[in-house]
């Protein structure tokens, strides 16, 4: 358990009669990158929002760390370093980028959402704003409001807004969702690099993303685990070919 940064054990999610997920097992490594994937109906959605604490299991577990936060509110568990993003991209859009970034930033040191304060109180946190807008490449657009941002830029700062608050488990919800071929390369680059020296969990569409990103890969089908191991294991597994009925093509 010692290498294991996020762990669900047993994990069921009951709405109504309707078991979408049922008795899931999920470990991810830790420094790894972990992909939760699965045809459209599989329940991945539903087991991500239980891992990232959007939802409440009916019966399991969740640890990170080794420490059950199955109870735990999002907040609680952020501070402790379990940070996710989204897939409808989560900033403020007519804020400037630098702006986003340090509302983040107020966050995680503590100073909250005080949008009153003097430019001269916020100052300290610009020079770290600066260097995570650096980090996901996006520093020439500073000053730009959000909003006029590329789509893959846009959730570039959501990945620098989502550093800000310094998570140890990354939950990234389908991270090249809606983005044209010349932006995922980017982005996938960029997961990589922030990547570094953190653990990542994500749920991704995108089956090449997923192929050249992901150390592990978890396939859910009707809300149970069907398959898991290295891209190669689980995209010659009959199962999941069958899943996707043609199979997993690069």
Not at 134 to 155: C, F, H, M, T, W
Not at 209 to 221: K, N
Request: glycine share 8%; charged share 25%; hydrophobic share 40%.
């Amino acid at each position: 358990m010692a290498d294991k940064a996020l762990v669900g054990e047993g994990l069921t999610k009951v709405f109504g009669g309707f078991a979408a997920v049922k008795d899931v097992n999920l470990s991810v490594r830790r420094g790894s990158i972990h992909a939760l994937i699965g045809p459209n109906g599989a329940g991945k959605t539903t087991c991500f929002n239980l891992l990232t604490k959007t939802l409440t299991p009916t019966r399991g577990r969740i640890l990170l760390d080794g420490e059950d936060i199955s109870r735990m509110r999002t907040s609680e568990v952020a501070r402790r370093g379990l940070v996710r993003s989204f897939q409808i991209s989560a900033i403020f859009p007519h804020l400037t980028v630098l702006e986003n970034v340090r509302v983040a930033l107020q966050s995680s040191f503590g100073t909250g959402y005080h949008f009153w304060r003097s430019l001269r109180a916020v100052a300290p946190l610009n020079r770290r704003a600066e260097e995570l807008l650096e980090q996901v490449g996006i520093q020439d657009n500073r000053d730009s409001p959000a909003a006029a941002l590329s789509y893959g830029k846009k959730r570039a700062l959501e990945i620098a807004t989502t550093l800000a608050l310094e998570p140890r488990v990354m939950l990234l919800d389908e991270p090249t969702a809606g983005m044209g071929h010349e932006d995922i390369e980017p982005i996938t680059d960029l997961i990589k690099r922030v990547a570094v020296g953190r653990t990542v969990l994500l749920v991704e569409h995108n089956l090449s993303v997923v192929s050249t990103l992901c150390d592990r890969i978890t396939v859910l089908q009707h809300g149970e685990v069907l398959a898991e191991g290295s891209y190669k294991d689980v995209s010659n597994d009959p199962r999941v070919v069958e899943a996707y009925m043609g199979g997993i093509d690069e």
